[in-house]
């Protein structure tokens, strides 16, 4: 019987588990986790810190009795991994409750360690209520602190997915939110014109945004910015950026890519065979350049557990690079992008050309028809799709997942006006968004 012990009880740990498992009823499956939470929707925290989703328990998929009884899979939660020992095809556990320490053998190890958020160098931060949000147990801790504490204005550090929803969401608790952000303009994987859009938003939405400087001291209350202006917030959510988990991967001689995440192959084996790397900690290429991409979403997590099991059960599906496809929800807008932006296209020095198109989302005249832009990169020769980036109303998500299509099927940007898509009034119109960028195209 094979063994597989796997690190990590989430997005990819637990995914890649129950997958298993549906394709290899006999395997030996042991997952640890040092947290206390196993397979909850790290995503769905946000809006339980902001009362959309009133019952926190909802976002926990299952837990290690349930898992064991339905899957057969032994996880032991409140257990770290310290060490990995590749020629003894052993690992070292702590039990973090006990203090024990013992070792676990596997013919098999997956490791889906995901990231740690961010602590930036401030003066006095401990002076400080700070915050960051990475795991169910720092939302219970923001959470709990909201309930008991009533706080009334809160600083969000870092205008990213994170910072943003978090910025959304203790509004809608009524709290007063500044968002600082190191950068001229926030969310650094949009083109500068559609994250522009999201700033007015925010400024319409009451969120103060200030750009261009970061926290650079804090004396309780007292929070300084490196601009010179002094603000004064109850608490700070620290949400600068995530860091690969990959010191287990690194002590045990892994090989470490120039994203910061443990490389891997087509099916996701680091230099290693025996050893396979998925999730927020994992390096992969880019679907369009080749070249190293680390993309710390729950998307590719769970493509990679597939591609994991698979290769386990002697399917060798390999993978096809990532793309970085997300969405994000502002209020009431929602933006979402795939590929390549314009700052990556100018760093690559790839040549391109640019369709946009404004419209609606649906047919004019149905009542709730909302306003969406809609850009595409192409490569002027080949005319295929670099990346795409859509913002406004309803629909933004189902136009870019078209186009995630399209650059899957290698199709270029003037096959886009012959697809033909979904059309009644209240859904799109009969030349939709995603055709009138064809038709743009071919005619530039
Ligand atoms: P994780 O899910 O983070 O799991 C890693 C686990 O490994 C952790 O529990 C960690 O404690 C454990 N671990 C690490 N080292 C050890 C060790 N040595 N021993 C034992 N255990 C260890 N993605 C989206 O696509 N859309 C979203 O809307 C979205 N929103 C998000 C919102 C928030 C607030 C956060 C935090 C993330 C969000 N994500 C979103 C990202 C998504 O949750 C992650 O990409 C996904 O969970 C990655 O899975 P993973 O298995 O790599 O890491």
Redesign the pocket.
Known sequence: MKKIVI?????????VAGQIRFYDPDAHIVV????S??SY??????YVIGGVIEDERSIIMTDPEKFKKKRDVNVKLQ????EIDREGKKVH?QNLVTGEQFQESYDTLIL????S?VMPDVEGIESSKVFT???YE??QRIDQFIKTQQPKNAIVSGGG??GL??AENLKHLGLDVTLVHKSPTIMSILDTDISLLIEKELALQGVKLLTGTTIEKTEGKTIKLGNGIDLQADFIIM?IG?KP?T??AEKAGLNIGETGGIQTNEFMQTNDPSIYA?????ENSDMVTGDPKR???????HRQAFIVAQHLTGNKLAKKGLLGT???KVFSLTAAMTGLNERSIKDKNLQSATVTHTGNSNAGYYPDHAQITLKVHYNPETRKILGAQCIGGKGVDKRIDVIVTAIYAGLTVDDLQALELCYAPPYSSPKDPINMIGYKAITK
Do not use: W
């Open positions: 690190v990590g009880a989430v997005g990819g740990g637990a995914t640890f986790d040092r947290d939470t196993m929707a790290a995503c769905g925290t946000p257990h770290e991994v310290l556990v889906s360690p995901g990231g958020a949000l990475r795991n720092d939302m997915f994170i929803e978090m949400s995530l988990n010191e287990l998925i999730g927020d900690a994992s993309v710390p979403l729950a998307s590719p997590a997300s969405v994000l």
